[in-house]
């Protein structure tokens, strides 16, 4: 027999011989609305109920390999499944953990009211079930973090052992019911002086800011990482503008900071220097406030460029101004999570927007243990990225598109 050519007939005949379409409806419609103390609602939903069954063992009993086919039609597209069967051809594994940012990926300001969707839920919900290992990946502090999954997935689902939480981009992970590697700060493996520019970052940012930047931003509250966000709507010409005075802020203070860790004079034009010749970005902020660099960045000092080079500086137009540790990023946060979570051979769907997120795109493409998707208001890089791999790109807002892709590959994986 001829797998590949096999499951393509199959496919095939699925789609053209079921009314496909009416069995996703109900299979949405049982998921994502799930019974109420209503006699009407309840019986509308246990109509559907029984309808979906009848549906799924009518194509079951019509192929020799029926559960997993009645289990694609329910979810997929024909176009997701035939995605979805590219990859099983291309990679030949089933997805076996999930490493996923939230903002602007699992949820959008602009197309869900910053709310994640319900049918996204749903599918997270329906893989954990499935043992499926969750790593939720963000730049968002470990409080907030908590406070809309256990809202959204549930205190049972978080606190199951299979759920792990890298927070702060990677600053720590999080992994509830593991004992005594439940909570790792990854940032106390750092040597003292980075600990000590970052304790003075920390207590001097707000303090010493222009009135500008102190008026019209906040510091995150973060553990390791010191975050500047607007007072404004995110994306707003008022957020953008005080947010590029703030990263020239930082990137001062940080220069100042540095100097004092390694006794060098002038150390805040050396950091514009460095910073500005690392990301095109904060170059075009720094020209466009008329504050360009005045040193060329082959210059900075030995001992200034070795601590620069450990430390990054993060300007997200409209969004915010971060200061991080290159030591610690989403690649060391992930690493972490799946070690504790004893993922010792893991096959990963990563999805993101950022170049945070694109670290952890390339590691497991390096790697061959995962395949990555993006939304496509994704950052250039990152949707050159996903582009050039898998060609998983979705519309904003929408990530269950991607994991009824998934949901169709695995269940192509049950068919060898």
Same mark, same amino acid.
């Given at each position: ?302 001992? /200034? ?9 993060? @300007?997200?137009? $409209? +969004? #915010? &101004? !971060? %200061? ?58 990152? /949707? ?9 790109? @979705?519309?904003? $807002? +929408? #990530? &269950? !598109? %991607? ?14």
């Amino acid at each position: 027999m001829e797998p590949t050519r096999d499951r393509d007939d199959l496919l095939d005949e699925l789609y053209d011989r079921f009314d496909t379409r009416t069995l996703r409806a109900y299979q949405t419609f049982v998921d994502v609305f799930p019974p109420v103390e209503s006699r009407v609602a309840l019986d509308h939903w246990q109509d559907a109920e029984n309808a979906l069954s009848e549906s799924k063992t009518a194509i079951r009993e019509a192929f020799d390999r029926g559960d997993p086919l009645a289990e694609i039609a329910a979810h997929a597209t024909r176009e997701e499944a035939f995605t979805a069967l590219d990859l099983c051809e291309r990679h030949g594994r089933a997805v076996s953990a999930f490493v996923l940012d939230v903002d602007e990926t699992l949820r959008s300001a602009g197309s869900t009211d910053n709310e994640i969707p319900r049918e996204t839920l749903g599918f997270l919900t329906e893989f954990h079930e499935a043992g499926v290992p969750i790593v939720i990946c963000t730049g968002q502090t470990l409080e907030n973090v908590k406070g809309f999954l256990i809202q959204g997935l549930g205190s049972e689902i978080f606190h199951s052992g299979d759920l792990s939480v890298v927070y702060e981009a990677g600053t720590g992970a999080f992994t509830p019911n593991h004992g005594s590697e439940t909570k790792q700060l990854l940032y106390e493996g750092l040597d003292d002086t980075v600990q000590e520019v970052f304790y003075r970052l920390r207590s001097a940012v707000l303090a010493e800011a222009p009135e500008a930047v102190r008026r019209g931003c906040h510091l995150q509250g973060n553990e390791f990482n010191v975050t500047l966000k607007p007072n404004f709507e995110t994306g707003s010409p008022d957020a953008t503008r005080v947010i590029d005075r703030a990263l020239i802020h930082q990137l001062d203070l940080l220069g100042s900071a540095a100097g004092e860790a390694c006794d060098a004079s002038d150390a805040t034009g050396w950091a514009r220097a460095f910073y500005a010749d690392s990301d095109p970005e904060i170059r075009a902020v720094l020209e466009a406030e008329d504050e360009p660099p005045e040193r060329a960045s082959d210059d900075v000092p030995a001992d /200034l460029r070795d601590l620069f080079e450990r430390i990054d500086v993060a @300007y997200y137009e $409209g +969004d #915010a &101004a !971060e %200061i991080g540790s290159r030591e610690l990023n989403k690649v060391v946060g992930v690493e972490a999570a799946l070690d504790v979570l004893g993922l010792d051979d893991p096959f990963a769907l990563v999805m993101g927007d950022s170049k945070s997120d694109l670290r952890v795109m390339r590691w497991v493409a390096d790697a061959d243990m995962g395949i990555a998707a993006a939304p496509e208001h994704a950052s250039i890089d990152v /949707l050159d990225h996903v582009i050039r791999t898998d060609e998983l790109v @979705y519309d904003q $807002g +929408d #990530a &269950a !598109e %991607i994991f009824r892709i998934v949901y169709a590959l695995n269940q192509l994986a049950r068919l060898d």
